[in-house]
Protein backbone atom coordinates (compact mmCIF):
# COMPACT_ATOMS: atom_id res chain seq x y z
CA UNK A 1 0.00 0.00 0.00
CA UNK A 2 1.70 3.23 -0.41
CA UNK A 3 1.62 6.08 1.96
CA UNK A 4 1.10 10.06 1.42
CA UNK A 5 4.10 11.74 3.60
CA UNK A 6 3.39 13.79 6.39
CA UNK A 7 5.18 17.09 7.11
CA UNK A 8 5.10 18.44 10.44
CA UNK A 9 2.95 17.76 13.60
CA UNK A 10 -0.64 16.75 12.12
CA UNK A 11 -2.31 18.47 14.65
CA UNK A 12 -0.56 21.91 13.89
CA UNK A 13 -3.13 23.44 12.04
CA UNK A 14 -6.12 21.98 14.22
CA UNK A 15 -4.69 23.82 17.27
CA UNK A 16 -4.67 27.28 15.57
CA UNK A 17 -8.35 26.50 14.26
CA UNK A 18 -10.28 26.33 17.47
CA UNK A 19 -13.46 26.27 15.90
CA UNK A 20 -15.24 23.76 13.06
CA UNK A 21 -18.40 23.18 11.63
CA UNK A 22 -20.18 19.54 12.09
CA UNK A 23 -22.68 19.06 9.49
CA UNK A 24 -25.28 16.20 10.09
CA UNK A 25 -26.97 15.45 7.19
CA UNK A 26 -28.42 12.33 5.56
CA UNK A 27 -31.85 10.68 4.65
CA UNK A 28 -33.21 11.18 8.72
CA UNK A 29 -33.92 15.12 7.07
CA UNK A 30 -36.77 13.76 5.13
CA UNK A 31 -38.62 12.46 8.02
CA UNK A 32 -37.12 15.30 10.54
CA UNK A 33 -38.13 14.14 13.21
CA UNK A 34 -41.76 12.99 12.44
CA UNK A 35 -42.88 8.99 11.59
CA UNK A 36 -46.57 8.11 10.26
CA UNK A 37 -47.43 11.04 11.88
CA UNK A 38 -45.82 10.98 15.24
CA UNK A 39 -43.09 12.93 17.12
CA UNK A 40 -40.83 10.80 17.69
CA UNK A 41 -38.49 11.90 20.82
CA UNK A 42 -35.00 11.91 20.77
CA UNK A 43 -31.75 13.45 18.03
CA UNK A 44 -33.46 13.14 14.69
CA UNK A 45 -30.45 11.19 13.08
CA UNK A 46 -31.51 8.55 15.23
CA UNK A 47 -35.29 8.65 13.86
CA UNK A 48 -34.38 4.62 12.55
CA UNK A 49 -33.84 3.17 15.67
CA UNK A 50 -36.12 5.54 17.83
CA UNK A 51 -39.10 4.88 15.46
CA UNK A 52 -37.87 0.70 15.26
CA UNK A 53 -37.95 1.28 11.43
CA UNK A 54 -37.27 -1.66 9.50
CA UNK A 55 -34.49 -1.45 6.64
CA UNK A 56 -36.88 -1.87 3.98
CA UNK A 57 -38.82 0.59 4.67
CA UNK A 58 -36.42 3.71 5.58
CA UNK A 59 -34.82 2.25 2.45
CA UNK A 60 -37.44 4.02 1.17
CA UNK A 61 -36.42 7.26 1.71
CA UNK A 62 -33.41 7.09 -0.59
CA UNK A 63 -35.95 7.23 -3.83
CA UNK A 64 -37.73 10.61 -2.48
CA UNK A 65 -33.98 12.35 -1.46
CA UNK A 66 -33.52 15.14 -4.03
CA UNK A 67 -31.92 18.05 -1.98
CA UNK A 68 -32.14 20.39 -5.22
CA UNK A 69 -30.53 23.58 -2.67
CA UNK A 70 -27.83 21.53 -1.91
CA UNK A 71 -24.79 24.23 -3.25
CA UNK A 72 -21.03 23.36 -1.92
CA UNK A 73 -19.85 26.69 -2.28
CA UNK A 74 -22.78 28.19 0.18
CA UNK A 75 -22.12 26.08 2.81
CA UNK A 76 -18.29 26.82 2.66
CA UNK A 77 -19.64 30.38 2.56
CA UNK A 78 -21.42 30.08 5.51
CA UNK A 79 -18.76 28.04 7.37
CA UNK A 80 -15.72 30.94 6.70
CA UNK A 81 -18.17 33.81 7.52
CA UNK A 82 -18.82 31.94 10.81
CA UNK A 83 -14.94 32.30 11.00
CA UNK A 84 -15.04 28.73 10.83
CA UNK A 85 -11.59 27.00 9.99
CA UNK A 86 -12.68 23.34 9.27
CA UNK A 87 -15.29 21.17 8.49
CA UNK A 88 -16.68 17.94 9.38
CA UNK A 89 -19.49 16.10 7.25
CA UNK A 90 -21.21 12.99 8.23
CA UNK A 91 -20.28 10.62 5.37
CA UNK A 92 -22.32 7.43 6.95
CA UNK A 93 -24.01 7.93 10.25
CA UNK A 94 -25.30 5.03 12.21
CA UNK A 95 -28.66 4.50 9.73
CA UNK A 96 -26.23 3.13 6.89
CA UNK A 97 -26.65 5.77 4.29
CA UNK A 98 -23.69 6.76 3.08
CA UNK A 99 -23.77 10.19 1.56
CA UNK A 100 -20.71 9.60 -1.03
CA UNK A 101 -20.10 7.22 -4.33
CA UNK A 102 -19.09 3.56 -2.98
CA UNK A 103 -18.08 0.67 -4.86
CA UNK A 104 -18.75 -1.77 -1.38
CA UNK A 105 -22.81 -0.86 -1.85
CA UNK A 106 -26.04 0.95 -4.22
CA UNK A 107 -26.91 2.47 -0.46
CA UNK A 108 -25.80 5.75 -1.48
CA UNK A 109 -26.73 9.05 -2.03
CA UNK A 110 -25.47 8.87 -5.90
CA UNK A 111 -26.79 5.18 -6.96
CA UNK A 112 -30.08 5.51 -4.58
CA UNK A 113 -31.30 9.12 -5.10
CA UNK A 114 -33.02 10.91 -7.80
CA UNK A 115 -30.27 13.49 -6.64
CA UNK A 116 -27.39 11.43 -8.45
CA UNK A 117 -24.61 13.96 -7.38
CA UNK A 118 -21.82 13.13 -4.82
CA UNK A 119 -21.89 16.02 -1.85
CA UNK A 120 -18.73 14.97 -0.69
CA UNK A 121 -17.00 15.44 -4.06
CA UNK A 122 -18.38 18.78 -4.29
CA UNK A 123 -17.77 20.16 -0.59
CA UNK A 124 -14.31 18.77 -0.61
CA UNK A 125 -13.39 20.87 -4.15
CA UNK A 126 -15.58 23.82 -2.46
CA UNK A 127 -13.11 23.73 0.66
CA UNK A 128 -10.38 23.11 -1.23
CA UNK A 129 -10.90 26.46 -3.66
CA UNK A 130 -11.94 28.46 -0.05
CA UNK A 131 -8.86 27.27 2.23
CA UNK A 132 -10.55 25.17 4.32
CA UNK A 133 -9.91 21.68 5.63
CA UNK A 134 -12.87 18.62 5.35
CA UNK A 135 -13.12 15.71 7.53
CA UNK A 136 -15.56 12.94 7.25
CA UNK A 137 -17.60 11.29 10.38
CA UNK A 138 -18.03 7.74 9.63
CA UNK A 139 -19.88 5.67 11.81
CA UNK A 140 -17.17 2.85 12.37
CA UNK A 141 -19.58 0.51 14.59
CA UNK A 142 -23.39 1.23 14.67
CA UNK A 143 -24.53 0.53 11.45
CA UNK A 144 -28.41 -0.38 11.19
CA UNK A 145 -28.27 -1.18 7.84
CA UNK A 146 -25.33 -3.71 7.07
CA UNK A 147 -26.58 -7.13 8.52
CA UNK A 148 -23.30 -7.51 10.35
CA UNK A 149 -22.68 -3.68 11.59
CA UNK A 150 -23.99 -3.29 14.97
CA UNK A 151 -27.06 -1.79 16.62
CA UNK A 152 -30.10 -3.36 14.45
CA UNK A 153 -31.50 -5.80 16.68
CA UNK A 154 -35.24 -4.88 15.23
CA UNK A 155 -34.23 -6.31 11.49
CA UNK A 156 -31.23 -8.81 12.14
CA UNK A 157 -30.33 -11.76 14.62
CA UNK A 158 -27.12 -10.52 16.35
CA UNK A 159 -26.07 -13.52 17.20
CA UNK A 160 -25.06 -14.22 14.11
CA UNK A 161 -23.76 -11.26 13.02
CA UNK A 162 -20.12 -10.95 12.48
CA UNK A 163 -18.41 -7.37 13.12
CA UNK A 164 -14.71 -8.16 12.24
CA UNK A 165 -16.01 -9.27 8.35
CA UNK A 166 -18.19 -6.12 8.08
CA UNK A 167 -14.64 -4.07 9.90
CA UNK A 168 -12.59 -5.39 7.11
CA UNK A 169 -14.77 -6.20 4.27
CA UNK A 170 -16.82 -2.95 4.53
CA UNK A 171 -15.61 -0.31 6.62
CA UNK A 172 -12.20 -0.50 5.57
CA UNK A 173 -12.33 -0.40 1.57
CA UNK A 174 -14.81 2.42 2.53
CA UNK A 175 -11.91 4.62 4.35
CA UNK A 176 -10.00 3.96 1.86
CA UNK A 177 -12.06 5.23 -1.03
CA UNK A 178 -12.77 8.58 1.24
CA UNK A 179 -8.85 8.78 1.98
CA UNK A 180 -8.17 8.11 -1.82
CA UNK A 181 -10.81 10.40 -3.74
CA UNK A 182 -11.72 12.90 -1.94
CA UNK A 183 -8.29 15.14 -2.05
CA UNK A 184 -6.50 15.08 1.50
CA UNK A 185 -8.49 14.17 4.29
CA UNK A 186 -8.14 16.71 7.55
CA UNK A 187 -9.82 13.73 10.20
CA UNK A 188 -11.60 10.85 10.46
CA UNK A 189 -14.61 11.42 12.90
CA UNK A 190 -15.22 8.04 14.71
CA UNK A 191 -18.31 7.78 16.57
CA UNK A 192 -19.02 6.06 19.90
CA UNK A 193 -16.44 3.77 20.02
CA UNK A 194 -14.55 0.38 18.12
CA UNK A 195 -15.82 -3.00 19.90
CA UNK A 196 -12.43 -4.40 20.90
CA UNK A 197 -9.14 -1.95 21.37
CA UNK A 198 -7.70 -4.46 18.82
CA UNK A 199 -10.35 -3.62 16.39
CA UNK A 200 -9.40 -0.17 16.95
CA UNK A 201 -5.86 -0.46 16.49
CA UNK A 202 -6.47 -2.36 13.31
CA UNK A 203 -8.31 0.69 12.44
CA UNK A 204 -5.91 3.12 13.61
CA UNK A 205 -3.42 1.21 11.81
CA UNK A 206 -5.08 1.03 8.58
CA UNK A 207 -6.23 4.73 8.28
CA UNK A 208 -2.50 6.09 9.22
CA UNK A 209 -0.30 3.87 6.52
CA UNK A 210 -3.32 5.33 3.93
CA UNK A 211 -2.80 8.74 4.91
CA UNK A 212 -0.66 10.04 8.09
CA UNK A 213 -1.88 13.59 8.00
CA UNK A 214 -4.97 12.50 8.65
CA UNK A 215 -6.00 13.12 11.99
CA UNK A 216 -8.21 10.61 14.28
CA UNK A 217 -11.02 11.56 17.00
CA UNK A 218 -10.92 10.22 20.16
CA UNK A 219 -13.89 7.64 19.70
CA UNK A 220 -12.03 5.43 17.51
CA UNK A 221 -11.64 3.77 21.48
CA UNK A 222 -8.87 1.49 22.23
CA UNK A 223 -5.83 2.51 24.53
CA UNK A 224 -6.15 2.31 28.53
CA UNK A 225 -8.89 4.10 30.31
CA UNK A 226 -8.46 5.82 33.43
CA UNK A 227 -11.26 6.83 35.74
CA UNK A 228 -9.97 10.40 36.53
CA UNK A 229 -8.71 11.58 32.49
CA UNK A 230 -10.82 12.07 29.27
CA UNK A 231 -10.24 9.16 26.93
CA UNK A 232 -8.82 9.97 23.50
CA UNK A 233 -7.83 6.29 23.62
CA UNK A 234 -5.89 5.30 20.15
CA UNK A 235 -6.79 9.01 18.97
CA UNK A 236 -5.16 11.84 18.26
CA UNK A 237 -7.36 13.97 20.84
CA UNK A 238 -9.86 13.99 23.11
CA UNK A 239 -13.48 14.04 22.00
CA UNK A 240 -15.46 15.00 25.95
CA UNK A 241 -18.91 14.08 25.65
CA UNK A 242 -21.56 15.73 23.14
CA UNK A 243 -22.83 19.30 24.60
CA UNK A 244 -20.08 18.69 27.46
CA UNK A 245 -17.62 21.61 28.26
CA UNK A 246 -14.92 20.11 31.09
CA UNK A 247 -14.80 22.92 34.23
CA UNK A 248 -11.17 23.16 33.50
CA UNK A 249 -8.41 23.51 31.53
CA UNK A 250 -7.13 20.69 29.91
CA UNK A 251 -3.38 19.98 29.10
CA UNK A 252 -4.30 18.02 25.81
CA UNK A 253 -5.71 18.59 22.66
CA UNK A 254 -9.38 18.27 22.59
CA UNK A 255 -12.83 18.97 21.37
CA UNK A 256 -16.03 19.83 22.11
CA UNK A 257 -18.95 18.91 19.28
CA UNK A 258 -21.95 21.05 20.04
CA UNK A 259 -25.63 21.12 18.87
CA UNK A 260 -26.82 24.50 18.09
CA UNK A 261 -30.06 23.32 19.19
CA UNK A 262 -31.44 19.84 20.90
CA UNK A 263 -30.55 17.72 17.42
CA UNK A 264 -27.96 16.84 14.94
CA UNK A 265 -29.71 15.64 12.46
CA UNK A 266 -32.08 18.40 11.30
CA UNK A 267 -35.45 18.18 13.02
CA UNK A 268 -38.48 20.57 11.36
CA UNK A 269 -39.77 21.04 15.42
CA UNK A 270 -36.69 21.84 17.24
CA UNK A 271 -36.67 25.60 17.47
CA UNK A 272 -34.44 25.81 20.67
CA UNK A 273 -31.60 27.84 19.05
CA UNK A 274 -28.67 28.66 21.49
CA UNK A 275 -27.96 32.65 20.88
CA UNK A 276 -24.66 33.92 19.41
CA UNK A 277 -23.88 35.38 22.72
CA UNK A 278 -23.55 31.98 24.59
CA UNK A 279 -21.81 30.12 21.59
CA UNK A 280 -19.25 32.97 21.72
CA UNK A 281 -19.23 32.77 25.61
CA UNK A 282 -18.75 28.92 25.14
CA UNK A 283 -15.92 29.26 22.47
CA UNK A 284 -13.85 31.61 24.41
CA UNK A 285 -14.57 29.46 27.72
CA UNK A 286 -13.26 26.55 25.12
CA UNK A 287 -10.20 27.77 24.05
CA UNK A 288 -9.40 29.08 27.23
CA UNK A 289 -9.30 25.86 28.07
CA UNK A 290 -7.23 24.63 25.40
CA UNK A 291 -9.69 22.74 23.20
CA UNK A 292 -11.54 23.22 20.18
CA UNK A 293 -15.46 23.74 19.33
CA UNK A 294 -16.95 21.57 16.57
CA UNK A 295 -20.44 23.29 16.31
CA UNK A 296 -22.91 21.07 14.40
CA UNK A 297 -25.50 22.32 11.94
CA UNK A 298 -28.19 19.88 10.50
CA UNK A 299 -29.35 20.65 6.68
CA UNK A 300 -32.53 20.01 5.26
CA UNK A 301 -34.26 17.64 2.74
CA UNK A 302 -33.89 20.32 0.21
CA UNK A 303 -30.24 20.97 0.76
CA UNK A 304 -30.40 24.12 2.72
CA UNK A 305 -28.78 25.07 6.49
CA UNK A 306 -31.63 26.37 8.28
CA UNK A 307 -31.69 29.85 8.72
CA UNK A 308 -31.85 30.40 12.32
CA UNK A 309 -28.62 28.36 12.61
CA UNK A 310 -26.82 30.79 9.33
CA UNK A 311 -28.41 34.22 11.23
CA UNK A 312 -26.61 32.50 14.66
CA UNK A 313 -23.63 31.33 12.89
CA UNK A 314 -23.01 35.63 11.35
CA UNK A 315 -23.30 36.85 14.11
CA UNK A 316 -20.01 34.77 16.06
CA UNK A 317 -18.46 35.39 13.00
CA UNK A 318 -19.17 39.22 13.27
CA UNK A 319 -17.51 38.74 16.84
CA UNK A 320 -14.68 37.07 15.53
CA UNK A 321 -13.83 39.32 12.69
CA UNK A 322 -13.33 41.66 15.68
CA UNK A 323 -11.62 39.66 18.01
CA UNK A 324 -10.49 36.31 16.27
CA UNK A 325 -6.85 37.36 17.23
CA UNK A 326 -8.04 36.18 21.34
CA UNK A 327 -8.93 32.64 19.28
CA UNK A 328 -7.39 31.56 16.38
CA UNK A 329 -3.72 29.87 17.39
CA UNK A 330 -4.69 31.01 21.21
CA UNK A 331 -5.05 28.45 24.73
CA UNK A 332 -5.69 27.81 27.57
CA UNK A 333 -4.57 30.87 30.18
CA UNK A 334 -1.88 30.20 32.99
CA UNK A 335 -4.68 31.69 35.54
CA UNK A 336 -6.87 29.93 37.08
CA UNK A 337 -10.47 31.42 36.58
CA UNK A 338 -13.48 30.76 38.66
CA UNK A 339 -16.16 28.60 37.17
CA UNK A 340 -18.34 31.72 37.94
CA UNK A 341 -16.24 34.51 37.54
CA UNK A 342 -17.50 36.70 35.08
CA UNK A 343 -14.61 36.95 32.33
CA UNK A 344 -12.20 33.89 30.91
CA UNK A 345 -8.51 34.38 29.91
CA UNK A 346 -7.25 32.91 26.44
CA UNK A 347 -3.26 33.08 25.85
CA UNK A 348 -0.09 33.14 23.41
CA UNK A 349 2.98 33.57 24.45
CA UNK A 350 3.43 36.75 25.58
CA UNK A 351 -0.03 37.95 25.66
CA UNK A 352 -2.89 37.38 27.52
CA UNK A 353 -6.75 37.80 26.59
CA UNK A 354 -9.31 38.91 29.28
CA UNK A 355 -12.81 38.04 27.92
CA UNK A 356 -14.90 39.70 29.97
CA UNK A 357 -18.73 38.70 30.29
CA UNK A 358 -20.31 40.43 32.82
CA UNK A 359 -19.04 44.44 32.81
CA UNK A 360 -17.87 45.52 36.35
CA UNK A 361 -20.49 48.34 37.33
CA UNK A 362 -18.09 50.42 39.58
CA UNK A 363 -15.08 50.32 36.39
CA UNK A 364 -12.89 48.25 38.52
CA UNK A 365 -12.46 44.62 36.81
CA UNK A 366 -10.64 42.35 39.36
CA UNK A 367 -8.56 39.36 37.99
CA UNK A 368 -8.03 36.99 41.13
CA UNK A 369 -4.79 35.05 41.77
CA UNK A 370 -2.89 36.97 38.91
CA UNK A 371 0.13 37.73 41.02
CA UNK A 372 3.20 35.43 40.09
CA UNK A 373 1.16 34.04 36.92
CA UNK A 374 1.39 36.75 34.32
CA UNK A 375 3.62 40.01 33.85
CA UNK A 376 1.38 42.74 32.57
CA UNK A 377 3.39 45.41 31.20
CA UNK A 378 0.08 46.86 29.86
CA UNK A 379 -2.99 46.76 29.10
CA UNK A 380 -5.63 47.92 26.40
CA UNK A 381 -8.60 47.14 24.70
CA UNK A 382 -8.46 44.38 22.16
CA UNK A 383 -11.13 46.82 19.38
CA UNK A 384 -9.10 49.76 20.70
CA UNK A 385 -5.32 49.69 20.83
CA UNK A 386 -4.32 52.99 21.45
CA UNK A 387 -6.22 53.02 24.84
CA UNK A 388 -4.35 52.51 27.90
CA UNK A 389 -5.85 50.97 30.58
CA UNK A 390 -4.26 51.38 34.02
CA UNK A 391 -3.93 48.77 36.17
CA UNK A 392 -2.90 47.77 39.84
CA UNK A 393 -2.10 44.91 42.36
CA UNK A 394 -4.07 44.48 45.33
CA UNK A 395 -4.45 42.16 48.45
CA UNK A 396 -3.41 38.46 47.70
CA UNK A 397 -2.16 39.46 44.06
CA UNK A 398 -5.22 40.01 42.17
CA UNK A 399 -5.40 42.37 39.26
CA UNK A 400 -7.77 45.24 39.26
CA UNK A 401 -7.79 47.13 35.69
CA UNK A 402 -9.71 50.30 35.10
CA UNK A 403 -11.86 49.78 32.39
CA UNK A 404 -14.29 52.52 30.61
CA UNK A 405 -17.99 52.82 31.91
CA UNK A 406 -19.53 50.69 29.26
CA UNK A 407 -18.51 47.48 27.32
CA UNK A 408 -17.63 48.00 23.80
CA UNK A 409 -19.64 44.78 23.17
CA UNK A 410 -22.72 42.99 25.65
CA UNK A 411 -21.18 39.96 24.60
CA UNK A 412 -17.31 40.01 25.48
CA UNK A 413 -15.54 42.75 25.70
CA UNK A 414 -11.98 41.74 25.17
CA UNK A 415 -8.71 43.64 26.96
CA UNK A 416 -5.44 42.58 26.10
CA UNK A 417 -2.59 42.38 28.80
CA UNK A 418 0.83 42.32 27.44
CA UNK A 419 3.79 40.84 29.56
CA UNK A 420 7.38 41.18 29.45
CA UNK A 421 8.92 38.29 29.43
CA UNK A 422 6.05 35.15 28.75
CA UNK A 423 6.77 32.80 32.07
CA UNK A 424 8.39 29.60 30.73
CA UNK A 425 6.07 26.16 31.40
CA UNK A 426 2.94 28.32 31.40
CA UNK A 427 1.99 28.22 27.61
O1 LIG B 1 -25.00 8.81 18.25
C1 LIG B 1 -24.25 9.89 17.80
C2 LIG B 1 -25.10 11.10 17.51
O2 LIG B 1 -26.07 10.78 16.57
C3 LIG B 1 -24.20 12.21 17.00
O3 LIG B 1 -23.59 11.84 15.79
C4 LIG B 1 -23.14 12.53 18.02
C5 LIG B 1 -22.18 13.62 17.65
O4 LIG B 1 -21.16 13.71 18.56
N1 LIG B 1 -22.35 11.32 18.30
C6 LIG B 1 -23.12 10.17 18.75
C7 LIG B 1 -23.47 10.25 20.16
O5 LIG B 1 -22.42 10.64 20.96
Not at 72 to 93: F, L, N, P, S
Not at 194 to 222: C, H, M, N, Q, Y
Not at 251 to 268: F, H, I
Not at 407 to 424: C, N, Q, R, W
Amino acid sequence: METLHIQGDRMAWWREARFGMFIHWGLYAIPAGVWEGRCIPGIGEWIMYNARIPVKEYEKLAKRFNPFKFDAKEWVRIAKMAGMKYIVITAKHHDGFCMFDTDLTDYNIVKATPFGRDPLKELSEACREEGLRLGFYYSQTLDWHHPDGMGNFWDYDLSKQEFTRYLREYVKPQLEELLRNYGPIAILWFDITTPTPELARELKDFVRRLSPETIISGRIGGGLRTPSTPFKGLGDYITMGDNQIPDRRIDDDWEVPMTLNDTWGYKSYDHNWKTPGRIVQMLVDIVSKGGNLLLNVGPTAEGEIPKPSVDVLLEVGRWLKNNGESIYGAGAAPLDVPIDGPYRCTYKPGMVYLHVFGWPWDGRLRVFGAKGRIEPRSASLLREPSTTLPWEWEGEGDLVIRVPEKALDSIDTVIILKEGMPKKGLA
